[in-house]
């Protein structure tokens, strides 16, 4: 049995579902703050706080748990600058907890939600996982902290554990069944699909000054299903005996503007629609791109959804369904 808290988010919904397509079985741990109890198509839903330690305890006291996938977590890095304690709390403290919980019963295989943020402005493109750590926000700052503890949790407290970096994840699974539903919604493609649809009368481009050839800031977008995949690679690696703690970038390795990604959404929806240019938003790195090597020759793994038409696509698909 694999726990997965935050199975009721977005990359947790995702992976939950691929586990499951796989044959592990799984139980699911979400306060439903940010998830949706919809999403949770596979395996039990425990609807708790990571905070709640009892509730958190009978989940290991009741069920053989193999493994934990740790989604759980604030991901909003605006929300983030304006409550910082919010986000230590939720991402750093909880996590605390759980790793608490996970030593009392003996489970020591672990698998974590990171994320480029940690890299903060990076020094040289693409980023491998030797670049510099040095996030410029709080929720960056939070997920650090994890990977610190995690790091001496494996060194002297004989935990294993894979960190997965992801960088910009996005689209929705290929069945629509799932997909990305934020409230309130802050990411790039599910806004401009937004303005697709008609929902929203234009798209901002937050800043077009950046120092990058067409002025708008450069992601690197990974799908969703590409990252799921990632995930049952890593419990895989853990599950081999000899395999050491690990971390890991995830993207694939290929950069586009913000504008890009706008014109792509047109093509794909073949919408045309109003796209003003706004003020930068505070925090955002000009570049960001991965060298996922290391996940191709560790783990084998190998974005199966690379183009970037393809993953909006996913996307559009998931939100006329969600919108109709
Ligand atoms: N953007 C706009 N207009 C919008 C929304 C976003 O121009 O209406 C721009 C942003 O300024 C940024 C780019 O689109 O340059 C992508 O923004 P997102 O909010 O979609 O994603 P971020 O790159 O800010 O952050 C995402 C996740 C983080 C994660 C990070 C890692 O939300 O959790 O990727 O790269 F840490």
Not at 51 to 62: A, L, M
Not at 263 to 291: H, M, N, Q, S
Request: negative net charge; contains cysteine; charged residues 25%.
């Amino acid at each position: 049995m694999i726990l997965v808290t935050g199975g009721a988010g977005y990359i947790g919904s995702h992976v939950n579902k691929l586990l499951n397509d796989s044959g592990y079985e799984t139980i699911v741990l979400d306060n439903l703050s940010k998830g949706h109890k919809s999403a949770v198509k596979w395996g039990e839903l425990v609807n708790a706080d990571l905070s709640d330690t009892e509730t958190v305890r009978e989940i290991f006291q009741n069920n053989d748990i193999e493994a934990v996938m740790h989604f759980a977590a604030f991901s909003s890095v605006a929300e983030s600058v304006e409550e910082p304690e919010k986000y230590f709390k939720n991402n750093y403290e909880n996590t605390l907890n759980l790793l608490k919980v996970m030593k009392e019963f003996r489970v020591r295989k672990f698998i974590f939600s990171s994320t480029a943020s940690l890299y903060g402005i990076p020094k040289s493109i693409p980023i491998s996982e030797e670049n510099e750590l040095k996030p410029i926000n709080p929720y960056g700052e939070s997920k650090l902290m994890v990977e610190n503890l995690l790091k001496d949790e494996s060194d002297f407290g004989g935990l294993k554990y894979v960190s997965l970096r992801y960088f910009n994840a996005a689209g929705a699974d290929l069945d629509c069944e799932i997909g990305e539903n934020h409230n309130p919604e802050t990411h790039l493609i599910p806004l401009v699909l937004d303005a697709a649809i008609g929902k929203r009368g234009s798209i901002s481009i937050f800043g077009d000054d950046y120092s990058t050839p067409d002025g708008t800031c450069i992601r690197d977008y990974i799908h969703v299903n590409d990252l799921a995949d990632a995930h049952l690679k890593a419990l895989q690696y853990l599950e081999e005996p000899f395999n050491d703690s690990n971390i890991f970038n995830l993207g694939n390795g290929t950069g586009f503007s913000v504008k890009e990604v706008i014109d792509t959404c047109k093509k794909v929806t073949g919408v045309d629609f109003e796209v003003i240019i706004d003020e930068r938003r505070p925090g955002d790195p000009d570049i960001l791109i991965a060298d996922s090597k290391k996940a191709e020759e560790i783990l084998k793994w190998k974005p199966q959804i690379p183009e970037l038409e393809d993953i909006v696509e996913s996307a559009w698909n998931w939100h006329k369904k969600i919108n109709s």
